[in-house]
C-alpha cells in the first residue's frame, strides 16, 4: 500500500514525532528497550504525559475525550509510537471498560468514571474468568444478589492480569439463576477493591513471574447504582469490552517490518497476548446460540466489528 500525506497531515506527523523526541522521558525509553518490566508508575507517568498532551483516548468519542484523530491522524500516531518504542496504554481502563460505561453506563456513571480513566488516575482489571468458567463463561458462578440497595457478591475470579495493582475491577457476575439460557442472568458490575471481604492471591506463572491473580469476595457490598446497562443482560457489555481488547486496532508500527500490528493488550512486557485473544474467546460463550442467531453488534464501541472477526488472527497491512 502507497500512503500519501496531505499537508495537514505532514504537520501532525512532524508535531507528534517531535512530542516522541521531547517528551517521551529517558529512564522510561531505557526501560522499554531493555525489554524488561515496566514498573506500574512508570507506566502511569507515561500515560498521565499522554493525557496532559490530550492524546491519551485516541478511541474515545470526542465529547468524552477523546482526539477525534482521523484513521490516517491514528495511522501516524501509531507509526511514530512505533518509532520511538513507547509504552502501549495499559487496556482495562482506557480499551476495555470505558467504551462499555461511555455506551451503556448513566450519565452519573460517565461523570464519575471516564475522567479518571482518562487522566490515569485510576488502575482497572477485568474479573471474568473464573476456576470453573473460561472459554465457557455462561457457566460462571460469582454470584451477585441484590439486598436493598446494594449487590452482595460471592465468588471466586481468576487470571486477573495485574489484579494486585487494581484500584477497581470490572466483573461479569450472575444476578439470576432462574433463567432459561445459562447466557442470561449474568450483569455487568463495576466493584471498588477496597471494598471489605475482597482478597487478592498471586499465581505464580512457570517463568516465577507475578502477573496474574485469583481474586475472592466474600459478602462483598457493592452499590446497586455500579451496575452498567441493564441486570441480567450483559452480553453486549461483554462483548464490547471484549471487542475494544480484540487484536483489531492499529496500535503499533514496527519500523523493523515496516508493518502496523493490529494489537490492542497490555503490552508485549506483560506477555497478554494469549490473554487478549482468549478473552474474546470467552466473550463469544455469551452470543445467543445458533436458534437465536441474531448477530449482537456493539453499538458505538465497535461498529464494524463482529466477534467472529475478532477471533480471527490479527491483521497486519503494509504501508
Ligand atoms: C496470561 C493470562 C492472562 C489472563 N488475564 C485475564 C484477565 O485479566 N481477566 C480475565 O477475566 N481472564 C483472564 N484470562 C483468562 C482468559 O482470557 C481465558 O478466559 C481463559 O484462559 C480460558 O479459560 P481456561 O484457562 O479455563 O481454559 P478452558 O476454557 O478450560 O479451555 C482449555 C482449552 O480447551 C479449549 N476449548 C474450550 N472450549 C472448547 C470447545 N467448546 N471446543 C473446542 N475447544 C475448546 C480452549 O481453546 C483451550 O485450549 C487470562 C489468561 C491468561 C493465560
New binding site residues.
Partial sequence: MHVTFSARELEFQEEVRTFFRDEYPDDIRKVMDSGEEMPPDMQIRWQQILYRKGWAATNWPVEYGGTGWSPVEKYIYAREEGHANAPLFIP?GMTMVAPVVYTYGSEEQKQRFLPDILASNVWW?????E???????ASLKTRADLVGDHYVVNGT???????QHADWIFC?VRTNTDVARRQEGISFLLIDMKTPGISVKPII?LDGKH??NEIHFDNVEVPANNLVGEEGKAGPTARCSCSMSAPTQPTRFDPNTAQINFVSRPQNQY??R??????A??CASLRPSKSNSRVLSTPNCARSQRLPRAMRPAPSHRS
Fill in positions: 482495562f482489571c477485568q474479573g471474568y474468568s476456576p470453573g468458567a473460561g472459554s465457557d463463561l475470579k481468576t487470571w486477573l492480569t495485574l489484579g461479569l506463572l502477573e496474574v506477555a497478554a494469549r490473554r487478549s485473544k482468549t478473552t474467546t470467552s
